[in-house]
């Protein structure tokens, strides 16, 4: 597919009435106001101290009165512009917008060649080259797989040349320390040409801020909820929220509870900087009972997904959802679980998908072949998306007439106009009969898909970057690895 970005056209599913809305609202400020939240770093409660909140004994818990919640909202942003170092690649976070990022974070990887292993740069880079060579993939994930062949300490720096090298969409920042987050915002600013100054006037990057429920969040995430609004950086806030474990079992409490920590961590952003840009994923997954694990892909997810949503809209921010799967194997499992999530995503009007491709095994594993199942995936809901249009030549009236009964319509001259648009071209799907696809090679869509993830790598460019620019990041990069990068803040 081309470069776009698609819009809705449709009613979203909401799932509440409009009482239950308020009734979850009111239930989340009563949360902030009587019980609180926890944070565990002293420069944040500072903040909220200072903007008349109520602080524990333990100097952490924070209890947040509704007027500052109700205040902090009023100066959120509906729409956010993230603008990559090529103005061509940017998005529009927000509206009815809706932006595909890749696999975040497993530490292995496969494919059917060599199976599972840990991941290594290598197979950093190729994950990033996909993405970059799909059109569907709009934001790259800051870690489709960690490169676990890297010390720790220098990690972030090697993995933020690669992408700024290898791609030219928007980049990921992980905020896992303060000083981490300063070198990956400098190493955006000179892919882009300014410096941290100017790279604050332009949202330019996003990073998922996760609670550590329930109702607190440490120190690197809310350094990091600090440093982003500081810098004009798009934070997605998303509760790390188990409905029967970190949360009440029920859905509606565990909503209410996921919605009163994002309000938490929106509110400190915008006591830092008033319109900070931010995004909403106040949803809970459920426990399996049976394991104690996250029930990824589970239907109380995707309704979950769906009322976080319908929250989100009632707030009037960005909303994020994910798409995932609990499945230890590239199978129907991995499928349904998937595009469940997927179309909960879509019909509730997610503005950004996260693990848009290649999440696998409870997003322990990211699958080379699962990236390009899921884009597949993803194409096919982007087609689904397009708005139908109905006019006198989409009719076609009299073409329909001068077929009349009994034709057929191969060689009218609106089909050979049209044949090659007209419908979604599958990139692994296969309308071929049993003995066509024997024929082939009776290949399955896992084989399919391993065969087209090797000709995408083999039809790769990279993006055109700066010789000066890319000289100055591998100063950089050599430069704090000289000076010991930087540790994981705890």
């Not at 490169?147 to 720096?157: F, Q």
């Not at 090298?165 to 980049?171: F, G, H, N, R, T």
């Not at 848009?356 to 409870?362: D, F, H, K, Q, T």
């Not at 700066?466 to 100063?475: E, G, P, T, V």
Request: with cysteine; glycine share 6%.
């Amino acid at each position: 597919m081309p470069w776009h970005q698609p819009r809705y056209h449709f009613p979203t599913v909401e799932p509440l009435k409009n009482e239950d809305v308020l009734k979850i609202h009111e239930n989340a400020l009563r949360i902030l106001e009587e019980i609180g939240v926890k944070f565990q770093a002293e420069e944040a409660v500072s903040i909220f101290a200072k903007a008349g909140c109520i602080i524990g004994e333990d100097k952490m818990t924070v209890r947040i009165g509704q007027e500052i919640v109700e205040h902090a909202l009023s100066k959120v942003k509906s729409q956010i512009e993230i603008t990559p170092r090529n103005v061509a690649r940017k998005v529009m976070i927000g509206g009815n917008h809706v932006t595909f990022a890749s696999v975040l974070g497993p530490p292995y990887c496969s494919d059917i060649d060599t199976g599972r292993r840990q991941g290594t740069l290598n197979d950093y880079c190729n994950f990033i080259r996909l993405g970059q060579y799909f059109n569907v993939i709009h934001m790259i994930s800051g870690a489709p797989v960690e490169p676990m062949d890297i010390p720790l300490e220098v990690r972030h720096l090697y993995s933020t040349l690669k992408v700024l090298e290898l791609s030219d969409k928007v980049p990921y920042v992980f905020c896992q320390s303060r000083q981490r987050i300063h070198d990956t915002l400098s190493m955006i600013a000179m892919a882009k040409g300014t410096d941290r100054e100017g790279l604050c006037k332009e949202p330019s990057t996003f990073s998922i801020i996760n609670s550590n429920s329930p109702l607190q969040y440490d120190r690197p995430m809310a350094i990091g909820l600090i440093e982003l609004a500081k810098h004009n950086q798009l934070a997605m806030i998303t509760p790390f929220s188990l409905a029967g474990a970190s949360h009440p079992i029920s859905l509606g409490a565990a909503n209410s509870m996921a919605v009163a920590e994002m309000l938490a961590a929106l509110t400190l952003t915008q006591l830092v900087n008033p319109g900070a840009p931010v995004a909403s994923a106040a949803y809970t997954m459920n426990v399996n009972m049976q394991t104690g694990s996250p029930g990824f892909g589970s239907p109380e997810t995707n309704v979950s997904l769906q009322i976080g949503s319908q929250m989100a809209r009632f707030y009037g921010i960005p909303i994020r959802s994910s798409t995932f799967t609990s499945s230890p194997a590239l199978d129907a499992q991995a499928t349904f679980e998937t595009l469940g999530m997927l179309w909960a995503s879509i019909t509730s009007g997610s503005n950004i998908i996260m693990h848009a491709a290649g999440w696998l095994e409870g997003g322990l594993r990211s699958s080379f072949e699962k990236f390009i199942l899921d884009v597949e995936m993803l194409q096919m809901m982007v087609k689904y998306m397009e708005p139908i249009l109905v006019d006198d030549t989409t009719l076609a009236f009299n073409e329909v007439k001068s077929v009349g009964h009994g034709g057929h319509f191969f060689d009218t001259e609106n089909t050979i106009k049209n044949y090659s648009t007209a419908f979604y071209e599958p990139l692994i799907s296969t309308a071929k009969n049993y003995g066509q696809w024997k024929d082939d090679g009776a290949l399955d869509s896992t084989e399919r898909a391993n065969l087209v993830y090797k000709k995408a790598l083999d039809a790769y460019e990279p993006p055109q970057l700066d010789a000066s620019r890319l000289d100055a990041l591998k100063a950089f990069v050599k430069k704090r690895e000289k000076e010991g990068g930087a540790p994981i803040d705890m």
